[in-house]
């Protein structure tokens, strides 16, 4: 009688089950049965991911993978190409290995895959959330037919250190930015509902946690340390906007955090990630990271291998301390048995959600690999996206957009290179593929323009520095002619132009992963050619390829023209030769400030207010200022020019005054006031005027991207919510307090209109 009433309750519990639930239970049921057959070492080998193969992205590789794959000790593989390839090495888990689980392929695609889109830092300055999902899903369906289902993006760390060659990855400096632009990346990898349902559906890996962009001295790996307050405020919003969105993985970073290395931080990887944010996939090791824990001093592999594992970290990435030493450490009491069942279970649960159980060959379709990559269709909004990145920095005399019927001598080592117009981290793309500037200025122009070359100068005055800076077959050859002779040869080709376009800058590799520099200006020799191409008197136009804000005070004086391209992908030679033809009217602003010197770094704009903020006369003694120099940057947080000008009207508000739950509308209308069709993000900022902690001169909580033809205007509306004006407080409570509020709605973080409300 009693199991019969039980048998009744269970199916009443069944049927009340939402189908979530059930499909959780079942995967439960499935990955508990499977972790019941497996020994020990099978468990840490689904904790293992090693790296063998053409694309070494860090210290050390590993040896005799096939030979673990068979005995179960391999989780996953990571950076290798190539759909074949992959498939052999999936058959060697299901066909031989004990337990036929098959493995996870991670990879790199961070901007792109064959078809490249702009590099991070770019493609943020669209602020179009659409776009840059679409992006994430063509680069997920290119991917996933090559044989991938694991992407180790998006990087979200927030950067004020343009020293810092990352700063190129991830989203600039704003947390609220780069929240959204999480959110559509993990959107567009694993589809809206993280349910995996389309074959192209990967898993997304949110990196690194945490702080990785707060290095000091912009020096790449080095210790980074703040307040947990500004951490909370300032730092965390992307990771945690992640972890909302459902992102599967979760990437440790290399520095350390409170003096603890991330990928043994326990306050880091267990009691913010799961406890406070309810994070439910899988820790990931950064290549090495466990082995370098070693390094920051916490103990020899063992010890530190039993630290990351204690801390919550799951996966071990290259360094196999895992493998090699959780089995001792078990049997000596140092680890528990539960936490690597707990770890082994969620690498599982990841493979079984994205259905791997029932297709281990579901990213194996050799005829996929053939159709779906590096399409024309996928190349054109690759295009579209990429001319939608560029930033306009100066237009003076409106020299560009410039006409087509006219010679146009392109000077400066960017101008023929094909490799580096892809730009960073972008180890799928075909080198060879891209067109260099040159030629795509001559397709975009169409038979009319004369375009002649010349290189002017070596990328960088020393051979050796210039080798380090084009590595991974990145090349820009050494020209072994003197630096007169290079000069003398642009001038020759300048004086029979109309028009000069100096294609000049940073090379891909002079950022990215361990590229700090501590010069962030255009190179020295590079710069001398342009003084002498400005000194003829013709019209120059600066595109400039940049992978982080640079120092251009000199540019921004003398240059009448700069367009910032940063590096577009592989479309990128046509996509500038849209916006500098005009055939697109360049629309992105600056997620990241450009500093007048690297001296004023740190420089952000959601910086606080001192007790003696500087005078708007210059020095004054006694104020927080430079005797040297302006506290102001040379480009702020949200510009960027266009063909076309607008408008901004006064802030109206709905009300003045609001109450907990109650919204206020802030309006304003923007016209086009020029004569070329355009597009404008409007931007909404707020500053707390009086709190608990002093608070920010201003913050983004909001933008909208609109398209305005010509002499047309439209009102852009923004609802103001109590959510809005929240931070936490010293208890680290998520709070909004009573009192004024500004409002501010602008075209940059530097250029807004301003109205009050009250918070009661
Ligand atoms: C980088 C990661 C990357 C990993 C795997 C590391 O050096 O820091 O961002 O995902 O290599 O290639």
Same mark, same amino acid.
């Given at each position: 009688?009693?199991?019969?009433?039980?048998? !009744?309750?269970?199916?009443?519990?069944?049927?009340?089950?939402?189908?979530?639930?059930?499909?959780?239970?079942?995967?439960?049921?499935?990955?508990?049965?499977?972790?019941?057959?497996?020994?020990?070492?099978?468990?840490?080998?689904?904790?293992?991911?090693?790296?063998?193969?053409?694309?070494?992205?860090?210290?050390?590789?590993?040896?005799? *993978?096939?030979?673990?794959?068979?005995?179960?000790?391999?989780?996953?593989?990571?950076?290798? @190409?190539?759909?074949?390839?992959?498939?052999?090495?999936?058959?060697?888990?299901?066909?031989?290995?004990?337990?036929?689980?098959?493995?996870?392929?991670?990879?790199?695609?961070?901007?792109?895959?064959?078809?490249?889109?702009?590099?991070?830092?770019?493609?943020?300055?669209?602020?179009?959330?659409?776009?840059?999902?679409?992006?994430?899903?063509?680069?997920?369906?290119?991917?996933?037919?090559?044989? *991938?289902?694991?992407?180790?993006?998006?990087? !979200?760390?927030?950067?004020?250190?343009?020293?810092?060659?990352?700063?190129?990855?991830?989203?600039?400096?704003?947390?609220?930015?780069?929240?959204?632009?999480?959110?559509?990346?993990?959107?567009?990898?694993?589809?809206? %509902?993280?349910?995996?349902?389309?074959?192209?559906?990967?898993? +997304?890996?949110?990196?690194?946690?945490?702080?990785?962009?707060?290095?000091?001295?912009?020096?790449?790996?080095?210790?980074?340390?703040?307040?947990?307050?500004?951490?909370?405020?300032?730092?965390?919003?992307?990771?945690?906007?992640?972890?909302? &969105?459902?992102?599967?993985?979760?990437?440790?970073?290399?520095?350390?955090?409170?003096?603890?290395?991330?990928?043994?931080?326990?306050?880091?990887?267990?009691?913010?990630?799961? @406890?406070?944010?309810?994070?439910?996939?899988?820790?990931?090791? %950064?290549?090495?990271?466990?082995?370098?824990?070693?390094?920051?001093?916490l103990g020899n592999l063992k010890e530190s291998s039993a630290a990351a594992l204690n801390a919550g970290l799951d996966m071990d990435m290259v360094s196999e301390g895992f493998l090699n030493t959780l089995p001792a450490s078990i049997k000596e009491g140092k680890v528990d048995i539960a936490k690597i069942d707990q770890a082994c279970r969620r690498v599982l649960e990841a493979k079984y959600k994205l259905g791997l159980f029932k297709y281990p060959?579901?990213?194996?379709?050799?005829?996929?690999?053939?159709?779906?990559?590096?399409?024309?269709?996928?190349?054109?909004?690759?295009?579209?996206?990429?001319?939608?990145? /560029?930033?306009?920095?100066?237009?003076?005399?409106?020299?560009?957009?410039?006409?087509?019927?006219?010679? *146009?001598?392109?000077?400066?080592?960017?101008?023929?290179?094909?490799? $580096?117009?892809?730009?960073?981290?972008?180890?799928?793309? @075909?080198?060879? &593929?891209?067109?260099?500037?040159?030629?795509?200025?001559?397709?975009?122009?169409?038979?009319?323009?004369?375009?002649?070359?010349?290189?002017?100068? $070596?990328?960088?005055?020393?051979?050796?520095?210039?080798? $380090?800076?084009?590595?991974?077959?990145?090349?820009?050859?050494?020209?072994?002619? =003197?630096?007169?002779?290079?000069?003398?040869?642009?001038?020759? +080709?300048?004086?029979?132009?109309?028009?000069?376009?100096?294609?000049?800058?940073?090379?891909?590799?002079?950022?990215?992963?361990s590229s700090s520099r501590t010069d962030i200006g255009i190179p020295p020799v590079q710069k001398r050619v342009l003084e002498q191409l400005l000194a003829t008197g013709k019209p120059v136009v600066l595109v400039l390829f940049a992978g982080r804000p640079m120092t251009l005070v000199w540019e921004q004086e003398n240059v009448p023209a700069i367009l910032n391209v940063w590096f577009g992908g592989s479309e990128a030679a046509q996509a500038i030769?849209?916006?500098?033809?005009?055939?697109?009217?360049?629309?992105?602003?600056?997620?990241?400030?450009?500093?007048?010197?690297?001296?004023?770094?740190?420089?952000?704009?959601?910086?606080?207010?001192?007790?003696?903020?500087?005078s708007d006369k210059g020095f004054e003694k006694f104020r927080s200022n430079y005797m040297d120099e302006k506290n102001a940057p040379l480009y702020p947080f949200g510009f960027g020019l266009s063909y076309t000008t607008f408008q901004y009207s006064p802030v109206t508000l709905s009300a003045t005054e609001m109450r907990g739950d109650q919204t206020i509308t802030a309006s304003v209308n923007i016209k086009n006031t020029g004569s070329k069709d355009? +597009?404008?993000?409007?931007?909404?900022?707020?500053?707390?005027?009086?709190?608990?902690?002093?608070?920010?001169?201003?913050?983004?909580?909001?933008?909208?991207?609109? /398209?305005?033809? +010509?002499?047309?205007?439209? =009102?852009? @509306?923004?609802?103001?919510?109590?959510?809005?004006?929240?931070?936490?407080?010293?208890?680290?409570?998520?709070?909004?307090?009573?009192?004024?509020?500004?409002?501010?709605?602008?075209?940059?973080?530097?250029?807004? &209109? =301003?109205?009050?409300?009250?918070?009661?």
């Open positions: 009688m009693k199991k019969k009433l039980a048998a !009744v309750l269970f199916l009443a519990a069944t049927f009340h089950m939402n189908a979530q639930q059930q499909k959780d239970q079942k995967m439960d049921a499935f990955v508990s049965s499977l972790m019941n057959r497996m020994t020990l070492e099978e468990k840490i080998g689904q904790m293992n991911l090693p790296s063998e193969g053409d694309i070494i992205t860090g210290l050390g590789s590993n040896t005799n *993978i096939a030979a673990k794959i068979r005995k179960g000790l391999v989780g996953g593989m990571f950076n290798i @190409k190539g759909v074949q390839k992959i498939k052999e090495i999936q058959k060697i888990a299901v066909e031989e290995s004990r337990l036929k689980i098959p493995l996870l392929f991670g990879m790199d695609v961070i901007h792109g895959y064959e078809t490249v889109f702009p590099i991070p830092l770019g493609i943020a300055c669209t602020w179009d959330m659409k776009a840059i999902e679409e992006s994430a899903r063509i680069a997920a369906k290119e991917a996933s037919a090559d044989g *991938i289902s694991w992407t180790f993006s998006p990087m !979200v760390d927030i950067a004020r250190d343009p020293r810092w060659g990352r700063v190129s990855e991830g989203s600039g400096e704003d947390p609220y930015l780069g929240g959204q632009i999480a959110k559509a990346m993990i959107r567009g990898y694993q589809g809206k %509902d993280n349910t995996f349902s389309e074959k192209f559906n990967i898993l +997304a890996c949110v990196k690194h946690f945490a702080l990785y962009g707060a290095g000091e001295a912009g020096r790449d790996y080095n210790t980074a340390d703040m307040s947990h307050i500004r951490m909370y405020n300032e730092y965390f919003y992307p990771y945690k906007a992640a972890v909302e &969105q459902g992102v599967a993985s979760v990437m440790a970073s290399f520095n350390v955090v409170d003096a603890v290395p991330a990928h043994a931080n326990k306050w880091l990887l267990t009691d913010v990630l799961r @406890k406070e944010w309810g994070f439910e996939g899988f820790t990931v090791a %950064d290549y090495g990271g466990v082995g370098e824990i070693v390094n920051h001093g060959y579901k990213f194996c379709d050799t005829k996929r690999a053939q159709k779906e990559i590096y399409t024309n269709e996928n190349r054109a909004v690759a295009r579209k996206t990429a001319a939608e990145s /560029f930033v306009l920095l100066k237009n003076q005399g409106n020299i560009l957009p410039l006409s087509k019927a006219k010679t *146009i001598a392109v000077v400066g080592p960017m101008g023929d290179t094909k490799s $580096n117009m892809v730009g960073t981290w972008s180890v799928a793309a @075909k080198l060879d &593929q891209p067109l260099t500037l040159v030629e795509g200025l001559r397709q975009t122009a169409g038979s009319k323009a004369n375009i002649i070359y010349a290189k002017g100068s $070596n990328l960088l005055s020393d051979q050796i520095m210039q080798k $380090n800076a084009t590595m991974f077959g990145r090349d820009i050859p050494w020209d072994n002619r =003197t630096e007169d002779e290079l000069i003398a040869e642009a001038l020759n +080709a300048a004086s029979k132009a109309d028009v000069i376009v100096a294609a000049m800058g940073e090379s891909s590799e002079m950022s990215g992963e030769g849209d916006v500098v033809f005009g055939d697109v009217n360049p629309g992105g602003k600056l997620v990241s400030t450009f500093p007048r010197s690297v001296a004023q770094i740190p420089l952000y704009y959601n910086h606080l207010n001192t007790g003696r903020p500087a355009g +597009a404008e993000t409007v931007q909404l900022y707020v500053r707390d005027m009086a709190g608990s902690i002093s608070r920010p001169v201003k913050e983004l909580k909001g933008f909208e991207k609109i /398209f305005l033809k +010509a002499g047309e205007s439209k =009102t852009v @509306k923004f609802v103001v919510t109590q959510e809005m004006l929240k931070f936490y407080n010293t208890a680290l409570d998520f709070v909004s307090e009573p009192g004024e509020f500004q409002i501010m709605i602008g075209s940059s973080s530097n250029d807004v &209109q =301003t109205a009050s409300i009250n918070l009661k």
